[in-house]
T-cell receptor, first 114, second 110 residues
């Protein structure tokens, strides 16, 4: 079956512009996660959704970052007024349920802020 | 919150040797411990996982051990092959989130 997909695969933007990253989880997966991976670094947890709800936004790096999920499926991560330090690969993952479940990762969106 | 530490950060072994990567976690409520392999430019892929009610799990050349009392778990790869070269991430999960270690870059020399 179809795995997790993300779009765009690559995004180059100018400093100060807003960007929107999209994640399509595996059908039927109720939990969705966003991570950030800087070049050669580990996986930084940003936010998770259970259904359409994101109970804990404390992992988001700043108030320029926001995320939403609608219909219990597609999620978007929005970065406003991008900065060069936002350059990274943004990975989305989904799991059947929340907690103690295998997370399946999407291919990521490589963001470059010039 | 949960804090996962992973060692070593880099590991180089000769083909055919064993490789061991160790992780410690801080939150005793964590109950699920997956290991992911990430090849260059690709997404992380699950290679093995273990739950807190199990002490050891093996899948062909890969094994994971868990010591809940000491809050550490390890990945063991035997008879390493060049295609095992990648970055390996451990993670500890409880109900609401999963925290990853910083990763170990494994290089298997032919």
């Amino acid at each position: 079956g179809a795995g997790v997909s993300q779009s765009p695969s690559n995004k180059v933007t100018e400093k100060g512009k807003d960007v929107e990253l999209r994640c399509d989880p595996i059908s039927g997966h109720t939990a969705l996660y966003w991570y950030r991976q800087s070049l050669g670094q580990g996986l930084e947890f940003l936010i998770y959704f259970q259904g359409n709800s994101a109970p804990d936004k404390s992992g988001l790096p700043s108030d320029r970052f926001s995320a939403e999920r609608t219909g219990g499926s597609v999620s978007t991560l929005t970065i406003q007024r991008t900065q060069q330090e936002d350059s990274a690969v943004y990975l989305c993952a989904s799991s059947l349920n929340l907690g103690g479940e295998t997370q399946y990762f999407g291919p990521g969106t490589r963001l470059l802020v010039l | 919150g949960e804090n996962v530490e992973q060692h070593p950060s880099t590991l180089s072994v000769q083909e055919g040797d064993s490789a061991v990567i160790k992780c410690t976690y801080s939150d005793s409520a964590s109950n699920y411990f997956p290991w992911y392999k990430q090849e260059l430019g690709k997404r992380p892929q699950l290679i093995i996982d273990i739950r807190s009610n199990v002490g050891e799990k093996k899948d062909q050349r890969i094994a994971v051990t868990l010591n809940k009392t000491a809050k550490h778990f390890s990945l063991h790869i035997t008879e390493t092959q060049p295609e095992d070269s990648a970055v390996y991430f451990c993670a500890a999960s409880k109900v609401q989130d999963m925290r990853f270690g910083a990763g170990t870059r494994l290089t298997v020399k032919p």
